[in-house]
């Protein structure tokens, strides 16, 4: 258990809707980042948030958006969903804002998202 | 464009054997170089990393070996066990740009 987690495990939606997947990271960690996995692929970056403020931004389309709220949880919007989104959403935490690189990256079980 | 790449997808392995699990990378740029392992319905975990300052790093049954030159890096596991088998990601990352980026996996198999 990395301490990092997501809900839902999983959602099944339609077309055009909008879905809010939730992230909480470990305690203590100010970092959280936003991944895609679609299927086949590697984990693309998507967004990153680094103690309420975004901190970085990878190929992160404009239909998607993401916050971090003061208690440090962080939610990913998707919206006007195409069958394309269809993949597992990690997020994942680290203690400060270079994680990956000058600390670790928890990850968060994922949520695997269907879009129909 | 692939910036790392993990040109296996799978790899299967006899238990007691060695496993290697190989990762090209085309940005010069990459000083910082990590593994990760990802079990089923779990999200990746942390293994092993390597700094470009090094061409070497072990741990325990795990090692990295880093080839600046040739711009490719493995991973070893001496000796492979079948709690081994799972995802394994080799991802990527600069000072510069500092959120690692991530390879398609290779999925390695030990058996019994």
């Known amino acids: 258990d990395s301490g990092v987690t997501q809900t839902p495990k999983h959602l099944i939606t339609a077309t055009g809707q909008r879905v809010t997947l939730r992230c909480s990271p470990r305690?203590?960690?100010?970092?959280v980042y936003w991944y895609q996995q679609s299927l086949d692929q590697g984990l693309q970056f998507l967004i990153q948030?680094?103690?309420?403020?975004?901190?970085a931004k990878g190929n992160i389309l404009e239909r998607f958006s993401a916050q971090q709220f003061p208690d440090l949880h962080s939610e990913l919007n998707l919206s006007s969903l195409e069958l394309g989104d269809s993949a597992l959403y990690f997020c994942?935490?680290?203690?400060?804002?270079?994680?990956?690189?000058?600390?670790?990256?928890?990850f968060g079980p994922g949520t695997r998202l269907t879009v129909l | 464009d692939q910036q790392v790449k993990q040109n296996s997808p799978s790899l299967s392995v006899q238990e007691g054997r060695i496993s290697i699990l190989n990762c090209d990378y085309t940005?010069?740029?990459?000083?910082?170089f990590l593994w990760y392992k990802k079990y089923p319905a779990e999200g990746p975990t942390f293994l092993i990393s390597?700094?470009?300052?090094?061409d070497k790093n072990e741990d325990g049954r795990f090692t990295v070996f880093l080839n600046k030159s040739a711009k490719h890096l493995s991973l070893h596991i001496v000796p492979s066990q079948p709690g081994d088998s799972a995802v394994y990601f080799c991802?990527?990352?600069?000072?510069?740009?500092?959120?690692?980026?991530f390879g398609r996996g290779t999925s390695l198999i030990v058996h019994p």
């Open positions: 994942a935490s680290s203690v400060g804002e270079r994680g990956g690189f000058t600390d670790t990256q928890y």
């Open positions: 305690s203590g960690d100010l970092s």
């Open positions: 948030y680094y103690n309420g403020e975004e901190r």
């Open positions: 940005n010069s740029m990459f000083d910082y």
């Open positions: 390597i700094s470009s300052i090094k």
């Open positions: 991802a990527a990352a600069s000072g510069g740009s500092y959120i690692p980026t």
